[in-house]
């Protein structure tokens, strides 16, 4: 267990709805890392906040978008939602940089 | 060309071998180099992180950068069934973080 909190575990949902995703980092940790993982797209990094503050963007979607709030969870929110957007979503926390992260048990999204 | 490439394997190996797994890379701004291993739907498991060129040992694993080369390596003795899974090398500079696609590892009892 990496200390790190993810709900829910299964989401399915329609394609055009809109869904939150719900991360809690491990206790002390500032940083929230944001990733999507597909079969054919591998671990791709969305995006970083710092203490409540965003600190990169990778490739997310405009229809996507997260926040971290000042408890230091995060929440990644997506929109218009297609076929396409299923996939496993990962948050990672961590104390220090990006070189060592902890990761959460996921989010299944399934688009039908 | 991707920025950070990995043979997805599958790579199958008897028990208490010892396992060679790679990735290459092509940015040389990188200078964080992280080992994840990753069950099957599970979350990525950090394993070890290097800075820069050279060797780290914990345990049974070794990894091992080249800067010079742009090649790092991760080094599994004495394998054992539990080892199976994928294995995820990952780089970073800045704020930013690529993770290779890995390579899946089976270890035969």
């Known amino acids: 267990d990496s200390g790190v909190t993810q709900t829910p575990k299964h989401l399915i949902t329609a394609t055009g709805q809109r869904v939150t995703l719900r991360c809690s980092p491990r206790s002390g940790d500032l940083s929230v890392y944001w990733y999507q993982q597909s079969l054919d797209q591998g671990l791709q990094f969305l995006i970083h906040?710092?203490?409540?503050?965003?600190?990169a963007k990778g490739n997310i979607l405009e229809r996507f978008s997260a926040q971290q709030f000042p408890d230091l969870h995060s929440e990644l929110n997506l929109s218009s939602l297609e076929l396409g957007d299923s996939a496993l979503y990962f948050c990672a926390s961590s104390p220090m940089g990006p070189y060592e992260q902890y990761f959460g048990p996921g989010t299944r999204l399934t688009v039908t | 060309q991707k920025e950070v490439e990995q043979d997805p394997g599958p790579l199958s190996v008897p028990e208490g071998a010892i396992v060679s797994l790679n990735c290459t890379y092509s940015?040389?701004?990188?200078?964080?180099f992280m080992w994840y291993r990753q069950y099957s739907r599970k979350g990525p498991e950090l394993l070890m992180y290097?800075?820069?060129?050279g060797n780290k040992e914990d345990g049974r694993f070794t990894a091992q950068v080249d800067k010079s080369s742009k090649y790092i390596s991760l080094f599994i003795r004495d394998s054992q069934p539990s080892d199976s899974a994928t294995y995820l090398c990952a780089m970073s500079a800045g704020d930013k973080v690529i993770f290779g696609p890995g390579t899946s590892l089976s270890v035969i009892p």
């Open positions: 290097t800075y820069s060129s």
């Open positions: 940015n040389s701004a990188f200078q964080y």
């Open positions: 906040y710092y203490n409540g503050e965003e600190r």
